[in-house]
């Protein structure tokens, strides 16, 4: 299987900051990788599929990038409503897909 | 508008048996590949099984010989058969579509969720 690693699992920041998440492939999966924000008691939701693409209604200052084996997130300037756990998913061995364990990212 | 509903979910104990269904609105579950996914009490998220739209399914390795996954397409309705529960099988599950782009996929519609809980 391949294992997904996110650094870090958990951050604190501000409004209005930049924020990058990291997630590691255990080989490399290409650009097979996506990224889910998830709010307490929500479903998770879809924001960056292919690495780098934005899934259709998410703000622009979310971003992806990365290919292989290291991929990132970065939110350009947080809002109040980011304030969520953030996963990546790799699909490069679909149909066996994994998730990373998740980033938590809480207010300063 | 697309929309994914589940119910199902429960308290059931230990070696018992549950089905799960995922009513879907907005498209077609059979032109699509559906997904289960679950996550339990404060943790992350795992894939469970999928469905294909050629009717293949497949399972994580924690749930195979004991999920079944299926589709009545009458009903544009899938089904989680789930029998032999274990405590560990406690969870939030969640049915999802599948984005397509090529050979990439990501889950692009999620229902609300139902929360089954094995426990004596």
């Known amino acids: 299987d391949i294992q997904m690693t996110q650094s870090p699992s958990s951050l604190s920041a501000s409004v209005g900051d930049r924020v990058t998440v990291t997630c590691r492939a255990s080989?490399?999966?290409?650009?097979?990788l996506n990224w889910y924000q998830q709010k307490p008691g929500k479903a998770p939701k879809l924001l960056i599929y292919?690495?780098?693409s934005l899934q259709s209604g998410v703000p622009s200052r979310f971003s992806g990038s990365g290919s292989g084996t290291d991929f990132t997130l970065t939110i350009s300037s947080l809002q109040p409503e980011d304030f969520a756990t953030y996963y990546c998913?790799?699909?490069?061995?679909?149909?066996?897909?994994?998730f990373g364990q998740g980033t938590r990212l809480e207010i300063k | 508008e697309v929309q994914l509903v589940e119910s199902g979910g429960g308290l059931i104990q230990p070696g018992g048996s549950l089905r799960l269904s995922c009513a879907a609105s907005?498209?077609?579950?059979?032109?699509?590949?559906m997904s289960w996914v679950r996550q339990a009490p404060g943790k992350g998220l795992e894939w469970v099984s999928v469905?294909?739209?050629?009717?293949?399914?497949y399972y994580a390795d924690s749930v195979k010989g004991r999920f079944t996954f299926s589709r009545d397409n009458s009903k544009n309705t899938l089904y989680l058969q789930m029998n032999s529960l274990r405590a560990e099988d406690t969870a939030v599950y969640y049915c999802?579509?599948?984005?397509?782009?090529?050979?990439?996929?990501?889950?692009?519609?999620w229902g609300q969720g139902t929360l089954v809980t094995v426990s004596s």
């Open positions: 907005g498209f077609t579950v059979s032109s699509n590949y």
């Open positions: 999802a579509s599948t984005l397509r782009r090529g050979s990439y996929q990501a889950f692009d519609y």
């Open positions: 080989q490399s999966i290409s650009s097979y």
């Open positions: 292919a690495a780098s």
């Open positions: 469905i294909y739209s050629g009717d293949s399914t």
């Open positions: 998913q790799q699909s490069y061995s679909a149909p066996q897909i994994t």
